[in-house]
C-alpha cells in the first residue's frame, strides 16, 4: 500500500519562499510519474509540476521560472521549492503518484497574503 503525506505549508507573504515535502511510504515501482497539483477555493485541481520515471520535468505555466520540482534518487521524498510566492499560488497542495494507481496525499495548505 502506497501513501503519501506533504508537510511544509503555511502562511507567507507575497516573494517569500517555501519548501513543501511529500513523504512517500510502500513500494515504489521504477515507471512512477510524480506530480505536485493544487486546489484554490473554487477552482479546479491544476498540476503544477511533474516528474517523469526518466526524469522529464514540466511546469505549469503559472509557476514557471519560480517552482522547482525535485526528488530523491529513491523517489521517496518529492520536493517542491516555491520562491516568488504570489497571492494567486494559495492553495491545498497534493502530492500525485502514478504507477498504474493514482495515488494522492492529503494535502498541504499554502496561504500568501499580506
Known amino acids: 500500500q502506497v501513501q503519501l503525506v506533504e508537510s511544509g505549508g503555511g502562511l507567507v507573504q507575497p516573494g517569500d519562499s517555501l519548501r513543501l515535502s511529500c513523504v512517500v511510504s510502500g513500494s515504489i515501482r521504477r515507471d512512477a510519474a510524480m506530480a505536485w497539483y493544487r486546489q484554490a477555493p473554487g477552482k479546479q485541481r491544476e498540476s503544477v509540476a511533474v516528474?517523469?520515471?526518466?526524469?522529464?520535468?514540466y511546469y505549469g505555466d503559472s509557476v514557471k521560472g519560480r517552482f522547482t520540482i525535485s526528488r530523491t534518487n529513491a523517489k521517496n521524498i518529492l520536493y517542491l521549492q516555491m520562491n516568488g510566492l504570489k497571492p494567486e499560488d494559495t492553495a491545498i497542495y497534493y502530492c500525485?503518484?502514478?504507477?498504474?494507481?493514482?495515488?494522492w496525499g492529503q494535502g498541504t495548505q499554502v496561504t500568501v497574503s499580506s
Open positions: 500525485f503518484l502514478n504507477q498504474g494507481e493514482n495515488y
Open positions: 516528474i517523469t520515471s526518466g526524469g522529464s520535468i
